[in-house]
């Protein structure tokens, strides 16, 4: 075992009940402690799929996850505690306050109570949120639910944290906020893996990304990399684009 990997992807394959074609297909990716690691591809390249099956909430078809070291087939227990998952739907309780969605969570993980005041009151500070933790999430606006989501994704503060499409649907200083939160999350050695449709922000954001196509790999490096190594793109949306090509998915 390398001690270095955070999620080794070895294999995996899932084929949906009553598709023909896999949503994931042979995928195997190395993802190592400390990267900013994006998952891209067009919609339907299985980014969520492969997302879904690390958190486990589907099981794949075949093949294997190791987080940490850790079998998700075997030690699931272990590593609900590694990882934090702040998924595409937001999901959270419309009719509790903030307060009470992000403490709701954070038992759930076993916090205790004092720890988890004082953890709710800094992230909700951070985020921007402090006049809205006694809001009910009904009358929020999506802006102000991803960040309550983001955070009730990372509230027992893993060592790993996976987020899918985390700034979807939401103003440019919303975006901004959760991009510098998780850089800094980052720069104290959390291990970020995210998915998104927004090239210029994986150029900045990632160490390393994978651009997925019809749940297959298509491409692996470091943002840079890649540009470099298609001399005729100067971003990386011009080496999406080439990548995977024009036309559109269903
Ligand atoms: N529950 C499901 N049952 C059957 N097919 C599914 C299911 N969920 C996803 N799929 C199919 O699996 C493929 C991969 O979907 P997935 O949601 O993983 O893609 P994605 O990369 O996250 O796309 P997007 O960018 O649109 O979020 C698609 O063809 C999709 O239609
Ligand atoms: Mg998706």
Do not use: W
């Not at 906020?177 to 150029?203: G, P, R, V, W």
């Amino acid at each position: 075992m390398d001690e270095k990997i955070a999620v080794n992807i070895r294999h995996l394959t899932k084929i949906y009940k009553g598709s023909t074609e896999p949503a994931v297909d042979d995928l195997n990716l190395q993802i190592y402690k400390g990267e900013f690691y994006g998952l891209l591809g067009p919609n339907g390249a299985g980014k969520t799929t492969t997302i879904s099956i690390i958190s486990s909430l589907i099981k794949p078809t075949k093949g294997e996850v190791f987080i940490d070291g850790y079998d998700l087939m075997k030690d699931l227990p272990a590593i609900k505690r590694i990882i934090g998952v702040v998924p595409q739907e937001i999901a959270l309780y419309e009719k509790l306050t903030a307060f009470e969605n992000l403490y709701y969570f954070g038992r759930l993980y076993g916090i205790n109570k004092s720890d988890l005041h004082r953890r709710i009151d800094f992230l909700l500070e951070r985020l921007g949120l402090v006049k809205y933790k006694f809001t009910k999430l009904i009358n929020c606006s999506g802006g102000i639910k991803r960040r309550i989501n983001l955070i009730a994704g990372m509230i027992h503060l893993p060592k790993i944290l996976i987020l899918d499409e985390p700034v979807v649907g939401i103003d440019v200083q919303s975006r901004n906020l959760i991009k510098e939160f998780l850089k800094e999350l980052n720069k104290d050695n959390t291990t970020i893996i995210y998915t998104s449709h927004i090239m210029e922000d994986a150029e900045k954001l990632c160490s390393r990304l994978s651009i997925l196509d019809y749940g297959k790999l298509v491409e692996q490096g470091a943002p840079n990399e890649l540009i470099n190594k298609n001399s005729d793109c100067s971003s990386l949306e011009d080496v999406f684009l080439k990548l995977t090509g024009q036309s559109l998915r269903d």
